[in-house]
């Protein structure tokens, strides 16, 4: 496909065009019978209802680069995408529509409601998975899984029954957190906490047969009612002699004895602790301890249940607000403190959490978790950064059995079926209708789902067909690596290690890379409430999806959060169209160009062809140590400093004398280089920015031997040998073009201006490296006349610069005029002095600096230093002239 670049670059349509010709043609499709050896990451599945966000777009694109450097590396590629069917977030959206028709999942029924689930899923769910594929993402699309689908059904089942049968899957009746709202139990990591101010309740209970009243503190008094015990610590010599005795419960008349518990702070309020164990984690335990009744006074909504006396019916806060007006009419509040408490949520609804006892499934993780720490310890699965084994280890170390039953309708449902003659449970891998212990046929299923995170602790495997073992499953599993947030490591990534390990008896995956934060420019979460949420999809289409990536990776340094702002991506969108404009420069001058009938080894390269060649090795070197060290943003700087200041800056304007000049030789020799550097530059720069240098390769001449660039070798070492001593005088000699160009920007001479140098150089051998270089001072410095030599006479009245082993003197005769510059010079000072004049004074004053904020202050602080530096290089530059006279 012959290609020819337009003026201007234009990433809308490019993207698009390219990216359906790699899907359709099956481009990124991966061949499970191939030779190669393999490598493989599975997506984090994003929820089907969710949409692109920062933090998508950032694990994405480092997903990609991975995927698209080793596919071009020779490995056969399976990177495996799909969406997640998120439980209670899309049963919550379909909820929502039916709310809108004044309808409710009650009065479909079960059936119909899940039908209408997939019905969702089919019209509106998945829209992220088109959003990833504008971004590029290079995901074997033809293999898209669904935590719902048939295939991965089936080994939910297969592993929830192969749990039950070792029996590391039991019920029990426990405390839970439970979402009032959403009517259904969640794990301690659905559960999100935030300070909140509230009140700290102080209350005076009537020890029974004493004259005195113990003090007990709660930030939620209308639990009182299921209070069961007070306790105290054995060793308080305060309550020694209450111990055993009983109170009178106030509200409800009832007699709850007094305990002692080693669990008990001394230090905390009175010293006595109110007991209440089916409102409370920690009194849960406090209440199997000493055999204490469980009172439930909440029904699934929250409100006030049978139990709650007067207050049956209300809800919790109601209840609360009527409980302490009844305790202060009878005298049993003894004070009320303002207090902050961390409040838990639901992830999903932000309700507040509720405490709630329930009999729910649960994994026994023990076991598991301690094969899933062996394999990190063994080194079998390696945690990058390093840093977050030990977070790992910590949780892995204190796990909790893993409370798996969730009382919604729209997930796995628990393969259970409960027998209603003799009460026993059959759990099956297929649907059953009688009962396997007495073959009574008067069964009924369990009603509750999997938690969402237990499918997904199948991913790496049954993805790839699990249980059955297929020839995928044979080729790339264990997976290579995983790409996540450090905000699911243990959510997800700590699951998948346990159930890989048990089911597999392999690790799921050789190294797991952690990412950090997408933040604003200031450093701050991204949040809607904030108002500084950055939408990736805006970005793209303002932008381009290839800018976007660029940015994104020249910023993923290991273990910093990303700052992101719009003048950032505007810069890598720079950084495409200098690519851009450099590849049309080469075209406009490969035109006569045949790739095939030249070879670098049989021409007789320059300095200028022997130093980029060189910068070109070295870069690939770099490039690919980087990346096999997840060092995203290094990749992206030595790719940006290549490209722009030694391909575009240096070998383009040095070979433009040649490319311009007579000699057919010399000018062949020269297109043969830039088009060869050029065209693995392309390479190189492909897995980040995939689009823009897919279209440019088509553009250069020559036939290409695959399909795509992403077929292509990605380039690893040099393309031929060069000579260290004639790079190292290429280098000297860029030091002198640097140093005249310095000086003719300090003197502010013009442009076109041609002027003399001469170049004073410490040894011959320096003399006769920039002898041999002197076209290329002459050219890109703009230099009439140029003398070289040892001890050379020096101008009377010159500008110095040292540049290494040489020195640059540039005679000032006629190429200014002092008492002109003088007074140019001496006006710039006195205008810059009014803006440092401005911001110190701005800057100084106590009341600005106190109520202004801080992005202001900062901005203000920047310009100020601006302007004194740019004061002081003015100054510096008058001193020279100054010397002159």
Same mark, same amino acid.
């Given at each position: 496909?012959?290609?020819?670049?337009?003026?201007?670059?234009?990433?809308?349509?490019?993207?698009?065009?390219?990216?359906?010709?790699?899907?359709?043609?099956?481009?990124?499709?991966?061949?499970?019978?191939?030779?190669?050896?393999?490598?493989?990451?599975?997506?984090?599945?994003?929820?089907?209802?969710?949409?692109?966000?920062?933090?998508?777009?950032?694990?994405?694109?480092?997903?990609?680069?991975?995927?698209?450097?080793?596919?071009?590396?020779?490995?056969?590629?399976?990177?495996?995408?799909?969406?997640?069917?998120?439980?209670?977030?899309?049963?919550?959206?379909?909820?929502?529509?039916?709310?809108?028709?004044?309808?409710?999942?009650?009065?479909?029924?079960?059936?119909?409601?899940?039908?209408?689930?997939?019905?969702?899923?089919?019209?509106?769910?998945?829209?992220?998975?088109?959003?990833?594929?504008?971004?590029?993402?290079?995901?074997?699309?033809?293999?898209?899984?669904?935590?719902?689908?048939?295939?991965?059904?089936?080994?939910?089942?297969?592993?929830?029954?192969?749990?039950?049968?070792?029996?590391?899957?039991?019920?029990?009746?426990?405390?839970?957190?439970?979402?009032?709202?959403?009517?259904?139990?969640?794990?301690?990591?659905?559960?999100?906490?935030?300070?909140?101010?509230?009140?700290?309740?102080?209350?005076?209970?009537?020890?029974?047969?004493?004259?005195?009243?113990?003090?007990?503190?709660?930030?939620?008094?209308?639990?009182?009612? +299921?209070?069961? %015990? #007070?306790?105290?610590? $054995?060793?308080?010599?305060?309550?020694?002699?209450? =111990? @055993? /005795?009983?109170?009178? !419960?106030?509200?409800?008349?009832?007699?709850?004895?007094?305990?002692?518990?080693?669990?008990?702070?001394?230090?905390? +309020?009175?010293? %006595? #602790?109110?007991?209440? $164990?089916?409102?409370?984690?920690?009194?849960?335990? =406090? @209440? /199997?301890?000493?055999? !204490?009744?469980?009172?439930?006074?909440?029904?699934?909504?929250?409100?006030?249940?049978?139990?709650?006396?007067?207050?049956?019916?209300? %809800?919790?806060?109601?209840?609360?607000?009527?409980?302490?007006?009844?305790?202060?009419?009878?005298?049993?509040?003894?004070?009320?403190?303002?207090?902050?408490?961390?409040?838990?949520?639901?992830?999903?609804?932000?309700?507040?959490?509720?405490?709630?006892?329930?009999?729910?499934?649960?994994?026994?993780?023990?076991?598991?978790?301690?094969?899933?720490?062996?394999?990190?310890?063994?080194?079998?699965?390696?945690?990058?950064?390093?840093?977050?084994?030990?977070?790992?280890?910590?949780?892995?170390?204190?796990?909790?059995?893993?409370?798996?039953?969730?009382?919604?309708?729209?997930?796995?449902?628990?393969?259970?079926?409960?027998?209603?003659?003799?009460?026993?449970?059959?759990?099956?891998?297929?649907?059953?209708?009688?009962?396997?212990?007495?073959?009574?046929?008067?069964?009924?299923?369990?009603?509750?789902?999997?938690?969402?995170?237990?499918?997904?602790?199948?991913?790496?495997?049954?993805?790839?067909?699990?249980?059955?073992?297929?020839?995928?499953?044979?080729?790339?599993?264990?997976?290579?690596?995983?790409?996540?947030?450090?905000?699911?490591?243990?959510?997800?990534?700590?699951?998948?290690?346990?159930?890989?390990?048990?089911?597999?008896?392999?690790?799921?995956?050789?190294?797991?890379?952690?990412?950090?934060?997408?933040?604003?420019?200031?450093?701050?979460?991204?949040?809607?409430?904030?108002?500084?949420?950055?939408?990736?999809?805006?970005?793209?289409?303002?932008?381009?999806?290839?800018?976007?990536?660029?940015?994104?990776?020249?910023?993923?340094?290991?273990?910093?959060?990303?700052?992101?702002?719009?003048?950032?991506?505007?810069?890598?969108?720079?950084?495409?169209?200098?690519?851009?404009?450099?590849?049309?420069?080469?075209?406009?001058?490969?035109?006569?160009?045949?790739?095939?009938?030249?070879?670098?080894?049989?021409?007789?390269?320059?300095?200028?062809?022997?130093?980029?060649?060189?910068?070109?090795?070295?870069?690939?070197?770099?490039?690919?140590?980087?990346?096999?060290?997840?060092?995203?943003?290094?990749?992206?700087?030595?790719?940006?400093?290549?490209?722009?200041?030694?391909?575009?800056?240096?070998?383009?304007?040095?070979?433009?004398?040649?490319?311009?000049?007579?000699?057919?030789?010399?000018?062949?020799?020269?297109?043969?280089?830039?088009?060869?550097?050029?065209?693995?530059?392309?390479?190189?720069?492909?897995?980040?920015?995939?689009?823009?240098?897919?279209?440019?390769?088509?553009?250069?001449?020559?036939?290409?031997?695959?399909?795509?660039?992403?077929?292509?070798?990605?380039?690893?070492?040099?393309?031929?040998?060069?000579?260290?001593?004639?790079?190292?005088?290429?280098?000297?000699?860029?030091?002198?073009?640097?140093?005249?160009?310095?000086?003719?920007?300090?003197?502010?001479?013009?442009?076109?201006?041609?002027?003399?140098?001469?170049?004073?150089?410490?040894?011959?051998?320096?003399?006769?490296?920039?002898?041999?270089?002197?076209?290329?001072?002459?050219?890109?410095?703009?230099?009439?006349?140029?003398?070289?030599?040892?001890?050379?006479?020096?101008?009377?009245?010159?500008?110095?610069?040292?540049?290494?082993?040489?020195?640059?003197?540039?005679?000032?005769?006629?190429?200014?005029?002092?008492?002109?510059?003088?007074?140019?010079?001496?006006?710039?000072?006195?205008?810059?002095?009014?803006?440092?004049?401005?911001?110190?004074?701005?800057?100084?004053?106590?009341?600005?600096?106190?109520?202004?904020?801080?992005?202001?202050?900062?901005?203000?602080?920047?310009?100020?230093?601006?302007?004194?530096?740019?004061?002081?290089?003015?100054?510096?530059?008058?001193?020279?002239?100054?010397?002159?006279?």
């Amino acid at each position: 496909m012959k290609i020819e670049l337009s003026k201007g670059y234009e990433p809308e349509k490019v993207e698009k065009k390219w990216f359906d010709v790699w899907e359709k043609r099956g481009d990124f499709h991966a061949d499970e019978k191939s030779l190669k050896p393999h490598y493989s990451i599975v997506i984090p599945p994003p929820n089907v209802t969710g949409v692109l966000h920062m933090g998508h777009a950032l694990n994405n694109t480092l997903q990609d680069i991975l995927c698209r450097w080793k596919r071009m590396s020779g490995y056969e590629v399976l990177w495996m995408p799909g969406t997640d069917h998120a439980g209670i977030a899309t049963q919550n959206v379909v909820e929502k529509q039916l709310a809108v028709e004044n309808k409710d999942r009650h009065e479909l029924g079960r059936e119909a409601f899940v039908e209408k689930v997939w019905t969702w899923r089919e019209e509106s769910g998945g829209q992220i998975i088109n959003q990833l594929k504008r971004l590029g993402a290079s995901c074997d699309w033809e293999r898209e899984r669904f935590t719902m689908d048939e295939g991965l059904s089936k080994a939910v089942r297969e592993v929830f029954v192969s749990l039950y049968d070792d029996g590391l899957i039991y019920r029990d009746n426990r405390l839970i957190n439970w979402c009032p709202r959403c009517h259904t139990a969640l794990s301690d990591l659905e559960v999100e906490h935030e300070d909140k101010q509230g009140s700290l309740w102080h209350l005076r209970y009537p020890v029974l047969g004493e004259d005195q009243f113990l003090v007990v503190a709660t930030t939620r008094p209308e639990t009182m009612l +299921g209070d069961t %015990a #007070v306790a105290v610590h $054995p060793d308080d010599e305060r309550y020694q002699h209450l =111990i @055993g /005795k009983s109170i009178l !419960l106030p509200l409800a008349n009832r007699e709850i004895p007094i305990i002692a518990d080693e669990y008990v702070d001394m230090e905390f +309020g009175s010293g %006595a #602790v109110k007991i209440t $164990p089916a409102h409370d984690f920690n009194d849960f335990e =406090i @209440g /199997k301890r000493h055999n !204490l009744e469980f009172i439930n006074v909440l029904d699934e909504s929250g409100m006030m249940n049978d139990n709650g006396g007067d207050y049956v019916g209300m %809800a919790s806060r109601e209840a609360r607000e009527k409980v302490i007006a009844d305790l202060e009419s009878q005298g049993f509040v003894e004070k009320i403190d303002a207090y902050t408490n961390a409040v838990g949520e639901c992830y999903r609804c932000r309700t507040t959490i509720e405490p709630y006892m329930s009999k729910q499934w649960y994994v026994a993780v023990k076991s598991l978790a301690a094969e899933a720490i062996k394999a990190v310890e063994s080194g079998e699965t390696k945690i990058v950064p390093q840093q977050w084994e030990k977070t790992y280890y910590e949780w892995m170390y204190n796990i909790q059995d893993w409370c798996v039953s969730r009382q919604i309708w729209w997930g796995h449902r628990i393969p259970a079926w409960f027998c209603d003659e003799c009460g026993e449970i059959t759990v099956s891998r297929e649907d059953v209708s009688v009962c396997k212990h007495c073959g009574s046929v008067a069964i009924h299923q369990e009603t509750d789902v999997l938690d969402t995170w237990f499918s997904s602790a199948l991913w790496p495997f049954s993805t790839m067909g699990w249980p059955a073992q297929t020839e995928t499953l044979k080729k790339f599993y264990p997976t290579s690596c995983l790409v996540t947030g450090f905000d699911i490591l243990f959510f997800w990534v700590a699951r998948m290690m346990m159930m890989g390990t048990k089911f597999m008896h392999q690790v799921p995956f050789k190294e797991v890379y952690i990412h950090a934060l997408v933040r604003d420019a200031q450093g701050q979460k991204m949040s809607k409430s904030k108002g500084n949420v950055i939408d990736p999809l805006t970005i793209v289409d303002e932008y381009g999806a290839d800018a976007f990536r660029y940015t994104l990776c020249a910023f993923a340094a290991m273990g910093r959060d990303i700052k992101l702002s719009t003048e950032r991506i505007g810069g890598y969108r720079n950084f495409v169209n200098k690519l851009w404009n450099a590849s049309r420069f080469a075209l406009m001058n490969l035109e006569d160009f045949v790739p095939t009938e030249t070879n670098l080894t049989d021409l007789s390269l320059s300095q200028a062809d022997q130093w980029i060649l060189q910068r070109y090795a070295s870069a690939a070197e770099e490039v690919n140590k980087a990346l096999e060290d997840y060092k995203f943003n290094d990749a992206a700087g030595i790719l940006y400093s290549f490209t722009w200041h030694e391909f575009c800056d240096w070998y383009i304007e040095l070979s433009k004398e040649n490319l311009y000049g007579d000699n057919i030789e010399i000018r062949k020799c020269t297109q043969t280089v830039l088009y060869t550097v050029l065209e693995g530059l392309l390479r190189m720069l492909h897995p980040i920015l995939p689009f823009v240098t897919e279209e440019i390769w088509h553009a250069l001449p020559g036939e290409r031997k695959v399909d795509s660039i992403m077929q292509a070798t990605y380039p690893t070492t040099a393309l031929i040998a060069t000579d260290e001593m004639v790079v190292a005088n290429m280098e000297r000699i860029m030091e002198v073009i640097r140093a005249i160009r310095n000086v003719r920007g300090e003197l502010d001479v013009p442009p076109g201006k041609k002027i003399k140098v001469v170049v004073n150089c410490k040894t011959d051998s320096v003399e006769q490296a920039i002898l041999a270089g002197q076209n290329y001072i002459c050219s890109l410095a703009r230099v009439e006349e140029l003398v070289v030599g040892v001890a050379v006479e020096r101008p009377k009245q010159a500008s110095t610069q040292v540049a290494g082993e040489v020195e640059v003197l540039i005679p000032l005769a006629d190429l200014i005029n002092v008492t002109e510059e003088e007074a140019r010079l001496n006006k710039e000072i006195e205008k810059i002095q009014k803006d440092v004049s401005f911001f110190e004074k701005k800057l100084s004053n106590e009341k600005f600096v106190a109520n202004a904020p801080a992005q202001v202050l900062e901005k203000d602080r920047a310009k100020l230093a601006a302007a004194e530096k740019k004061r002081e290089i003015l100054q510096q530059s008058l001193e020279k002239i100054l010397d002159l006279r």
